[in-house]
Structures are given as structure tokens and as C-alpha cells.
């Protein structure tokens, strides 16, 4: 993720950090509810938002999270982490946080609506963008036959 340092408000500071916070948090509460326990093993999630997540992604008795649940917690994430980064996220850091391909990672920001740029003093990193406003595409009525 791309980090402002720069930042001189305090409430802004404290906000990004609870927003990170909570990042951190799903991914953490992904990895103890799928296969990859192991890396979660020792994190503590504060009870009230175990309760919350356990309610939002409906975790089975097995303790496994279903695939489109995983599919709708990774959605937060990547929302988050653009609300984060000023709607201008770079994938590899969250694909390596969410121990998932690059190529899942940008698919699913595709359909988030978010384009594609190159980064300027790299030249593998391509950035996430989400255009705002966002733009959707009109409805169209079908014409009823009489």
C-alpha cells in the first residue's frame, strides 16, 4: 500500500490508522477461517469485531469461511485499501497480504471498476485507480410489445 506520510492532521492519522487496523484485522480473521491458520495462529482480533466479522461473512460449523464469502471479505479489503490510499492502491503489497496471485488481485479490482496506471520509478508496480466519480452504465428499458 502506498503510505502518506506526510500527513499533518492528527484525526486523519488516527483515522488511516484504524482503517489499517481494520484491514489487518480481516486479513488475519481470512487466515484463521480458511487453510492458511498457521499464519493467523497468534493474532488477536478484539471480540467485538470477531462477533462482527463471524455475522458479516456467516462462518460454517467447520470453521471455514465458504469461497464467496472469502470472495466478499477480499472485496472489503481491497475497498478499504483504496479508500486508504487516495483511491490509488499498488496490488503486489495486498496480494502478498492476502496470500493470493496478482493476477486474482487485479481481476478483482477490475470489477471493483478501478483502471490500471504504471508506476513512474518502477517498472513492474502498476497502481490500482479508482476514477471518481464513478461512473455506471445507464439501465435500459425494454420497449414492451402491445
Do not use: D, H
Given at each position: 500500500m502506498i503510505y502518506c506520510l506526510c500527513l499533518q492532521d492528527e484525526s486523519e492519522k488516527r483515522k488511516l490508522s484504524c482503517i489499517f487496523s481494520y484491514i489487518n484485522h480481516l486479513i488475519k480473521f481470512k487466515d484463521q477461517h480458511s487453510f492458511d491458520v498457521f499464519s493467523a495462529k497468534g493474532h488477536r482480533i478484539p471480540n467485538i469485531l470477531r462477533h462482527?466479522?463471524?455475522?458479516?461473512?456467516?462462518?460454517?460449523?467447520?470453521?471455514?469461511?465458504?469461497?464467496?464469502?472469502?470472495?466478499?471479505?477480499?472485496c472489503y479489503v481491497l475497498v478499504l485499501t483504496l479508500f486508504a490510499d487516495d483511491f490509488l492502491t499498488d496490488c503486489i503489497d495486498i496480494a502478498k497480504d492476502l496470500s493470493m496471485n496478482i493476477m486474482a488481485v487485479r481481476r478483482v479490482y477490475e470489477q471493483l471498476g478501478c483502471k490500471f496506471t504504471r508506476q513512474k520509478n518502477t517498472s513492474n508496480s502498476y497502481c490500482a485507480t479508482?476514477?471518481?466519480?464513478l461512473n455506471f452504465p445507464e439501465l435500459r428499458q425494454k420497449k414492451r410489445k402491445r
Open positions: 462482527k466479522f463471524t455475522n458479516m461473512f456467516a462462518v460454517s460449523e467447520l470453521r471455514r469461511l465458504p469461497p464467496e464469502k472469502i470472495s466478499l471479505l477480499v479508482l476514477p471518481v466519480p
